[in-house]
């Protein structure tokens, strides 16, 4: 896997790209299709499924987790999300004085003094009291895994139509219906995101 190479900055230029990176890559497809005719009808049905998965082995130097969107992040797929795991609103003063008592002070990830009830909390993830990148946990990856892909064709005039889903829990997705006849292409892309708290 061709990498950005890491040199000291005293080099005074920039690392050259090297084949240095492992990365593994898995996944498996079916399909399945029938054809047959009705009266002067002639038709083709059919179906594919297919689940791939990656995962950035060695990335041939020094990988520091951060949060948000990371390309290449050793030991997880390409294009992860990183960061902290959320675990509920503040809901009572109690509560609120508590989480800041143990996590105002030292915190890395920009926490600020006028926390008030309905803020957001995040989780000790690794339990030393403090709340910084050591937290971040594996969100997902904004690479497609699975899809699911439907064929048919009436006499010449095809229909397909694909259904996408990313390594969110199955909880986002999004759908392509292509169209084609007399030999040209007619596209209609249906966007559809769908999570389950931001519908």
Known sequence: MLIDAQY?????????TMNLGKFEAKGWEGNMTW????GPVQYHIGGTITYTTNKLIDLGATSVLKSG???KQQGYPLNSYF???YVGKIQTQEEL???KYYYLDGNGIGMQDNLRLGDHMF???NGDGKLDQNDYVYLGTDDRNFLIQSTSDWNGRALISLLFFREWGAEQFSVVV?????GGTDECYLL????????
């Open 8 to 16: 000291p900055g005293v080099l005074g230029d920039n690392a050259p």
């Open 35 to 38: 054809s047959d005719k009705i």
């Open 69 to 71: 969107f990371v390309g």
């Open 83 to 85: 960061g902290l795991r």
């Open 97 to 99: 004085e508590k989480y």
């Open 123 to 125: 989780e000790d993830v």
């Open 178 to 182: 292509k169209e084609m006849k007399h």
């Open 192 to 199: 559809e995101y769908y999570n389950p708290v931001h519908r």
